[in-house]
């Protein structure tokens, strides 16, 4: 994500870092270019105006103009200016003082609300909360029976009265049914449609009068750049939105959507969608991608996901067979499961400081591979696993076939395990040094 913006305002900053002093003029001249950087990602004009003119007002200040690394100053007016612009700090979602918690998902349709209101749900059940799908799209088809999959997927309840009575009973019917099953936080999926009408506003108008939400999350599809933010500004008006979730940002190149919303609705972004998956919905901290846009990376992130995956008797059981050297191919695939819960390589590398997030754009990361590692490995026989010297030709022929692969590929993965055996065993008796943070073996 942010791609472009990033090189574009890498380029900007490189005639700043050319000159040892900087003059007035340099300055401008300098957030010339990052103005025209902005206004590429699709950064709404109102906001590109109001930052640049900020930035240069602070950084021809003597403050900067006067100082040894007048260039890493500007850097850091940038990155403040542009966390500002976002929100400043992270906004948590409102908790009711009474439950249930009712949150009103909106949002044109296709924009992401019903499978992130399954995310959102399923991120609250991990927190310990009792959430509730309440099914109010009565009108697109197979949208009750998406959210229903959706629910059933993340092990949510799904209150439906199916797709004949009206939006706005089944939305109060929802919360008495949270009220009676213990259900604290109720999710209501909206109607949504291909672009804003009067018919729509109407209703959720109707459902917000009828259930006095906590929240109305306003789900907007953060590819559509400028649209977005015109979709989240005329939303807010009629609505009064608490908060946006940008989905698809991990797909957004640009970064005008996340730059602009927050100037121009005046509510905060709350959460951003990363992906596909059922999982991959963060909340939205302004000040860490303000540093990924800036190639700064994102470390925080990066030790939350490393911190989520990790499991600590895996890592004591790890370090046992390390030491006796006892360590199988069923172990070797348990730390590939483990880097998969982190999520694919390219985002991951992409929060590494100095990376930029395009960088990989052209790299062969194949994350197949791990898909057929796991294949290979669990065609093989136990006896196999614990013991790999005993897989000769004909196994090999054996396990290609069963895992669909060929016998190179069963060679190669053969080889690697054999190069982290002999790796592991130089850390455990103290030849590389001390090492800490997870073992390392080929990818």
């Known amino acids: ?72 100053q500007i850097i850091k007016i940038v990155n403040e200016e542009l966390c500002a612009i976002m929100g400043g700090e992270v906004s948590k979602l409102t908790i009711a003082s009474k439950p249930p918690t009712v949150i009103i998902m909106a949002g044109l349709q296709g924009a992401g609300k019903t499978t992130h209101a399954g995310k959102l749900a399923g991120l609250l059940k991990k927190q310990g909360k009792r959430p509730l799908l309440v099914a109010c799209d009565v009108y697109r088809p197979a949208a009750i029976t998406q959210l229903q999959v959706v629910g059933d997927k993340l092990g949510v309840p799904v209150f439906t009265m199916g797709d004949k009575v009206s939006p706005v009973k089944i939305a109060k019917e929802g919360i008495k049914h949270a009220e009676k099953n213990g259900n604290d936080v109720v999710f209501i999926d909206t109607a949504g449609r291909l672009q804003i009408d009067e018919d729509m506003m109407d209703e959720l108008c109707d459902i917000k009068k009828a259930v006095n939400p906590t929240e109305i999350l306003l789900v907007v599809d953060s590819m559509t750049g400028q649209v977005a933010v015109d979709v989240a500004k005329t939303f807010n008006e009629k609505l009064d939105i608490t908060g946006v979730i940008l989905t698809k940002l991990d797909g957004d190149t640009r970064g005008g959507a996340a730059l602009s919303v927050r100037y121009i609705t005046g ?177």
């Open 267 to 443: 509510k905060p972004i709350k959460f951003v969608g990363m992906g596909e998956k059922l999982d991959e919905i963060e909340p939205f901290y302004p000040d860490r991608m303000a540093s990924r846009i800036l190639g700064m990376g994102d470390v925080l992130s990066l030790i939350e996901k490393a911190e989520q995956a990790y499991d600590e008797k895996k890592a004591a059981e790890l370090e046992r067979k390390m030491r006796e050297e006892t360590f199988t191919l069923d172990d070797y695939l348990d730390q590939f499961n483990q880097i998969k819960k982190m999520g694919s390589l390219d985002k991951l590398l992409g929060m590494i400081p100095g990376m930029k997030p395009n960088a990989l754009k052209d790299a062969k990361i194949d994350e197949k591979a791990m898909a057929h590692t796991e294949a290979i490995i669990k065609s093989m026989t136990m006896a196999e696993r614990v013991n790999p010297d005993i897989i000769n030709a004909s196994r090999k022929r054996r396990i290609a076939a069963g895992s669909g692969t060929s016998v190179e590929a069963v060679n190669k993965l053969l080889k690697q395990f054999d190069q982290t055996r002999k790796m592991m065993k130089q850390i455990a008796s103290g030849k590389m040094g001390k090492r800490g943070g997870g073992f390392p073996f080929p990818i």
């Open 1 to 72: 994500m942010f791609g472009n913006l990033s090189d574009k305002l890498s380029q900007a900053f490189k005639k700043f870092r050319s000159k040892g002093k900087l003059t007035a003029a340099d300055v401008k001249e300098g957030m010339r270019e990052v103005k025209l950087a902005l206004l590429e990602a699709d950064v709404n004009f109102m906001v590109v105006k109001s930052f640049v003119k900020t930035v240069t007002d602070r950084a021809v200040g003597s403050e900067v103009l006067e100082s040894l690394m007048p260039a890493q």
